[in-house]
């Protein structure tokens, strides 16, 4: 014996109506319209954390060979391309501050594989804290600056002789 049954619930469905299919695609396009920049912006703040890092190592290690050598007057900066390709270290004899900076008191950096950068950003080095960077200003010990175009937040970061991060506020 057949119970009463509205007619719609006799017909069996065999997939998906145009409707449902067109509901989930709208979802999935607003999802992705929110969650990608929002996933960008995460990654680019976490490199620029971590090279703010790498950042203070450089800058702990120039401030370091300044307490420890006073008198000695190195007044050239260090590009990271330099510390990347590892030149720095080659001879004792022709520079030991230098040579110091980077096998005593620098730990190795992993630089990209384009060399010279570390999550897209070129440092620089003075031991006299006479570097000026172009947004951080000038008595920087080490600055980092973005190799690529990238929001104003995360373009530059500094580091002075008392060991302070100066990072310049977005315009």
Avoid: W
Avoid at 26 to 34: G, M, Q, R
Avoid at 51 to 62: E, H, K, P, S, Y
Avoid at 92 to 99: A, D, H, T, V
């Amino acid at each position: 014996m057949k119970r009463f049954c509205p007619a719609f619930f006799l017909v069996s469905k065999r997939g998906f109506t145009l409707l449902e299919v067109l509901i989930v695609v709208v979802i999935a396009v607003l999802v992705t319209t929110f969650a990608v920049p929002a996933y960008r912006k995460a990654q680019m703040r976490t490199r620029f954390m971590a090279a703010t890092g790498v950042l203070t190592d450089i800058g702990n290690a120039a401030r370091m060979v300044h307490e420890d050598f006073p008198t000695v007057v190195f007044n050239s900066t260090i590009s990271s391309n330099l510390l990347a390709t590892g030149s720095c270290v080659s001879d004792p004899r022709e520079n030991p501050i230098l040579f110091l900076f980077c096998n005593r008191y620098l730990n190795e950096i992993p630089f990209d594989a384009s060399g010279g950068t570390y999550q897209g950003y070129i440092f620089s080095i003075s031991f006299q804290g006479t570097y000026s960077c172009r947004t951080c200003g000038s008595g920087m010990v080490a600055c980092m600056e973005a190799a690529a175009s990238t929001p104003a937040e995360y373009q530059c970061a500094g580091i002075d002789m008392a060991g302070n991060l100066h990072i310049p506020k977005a315009q």
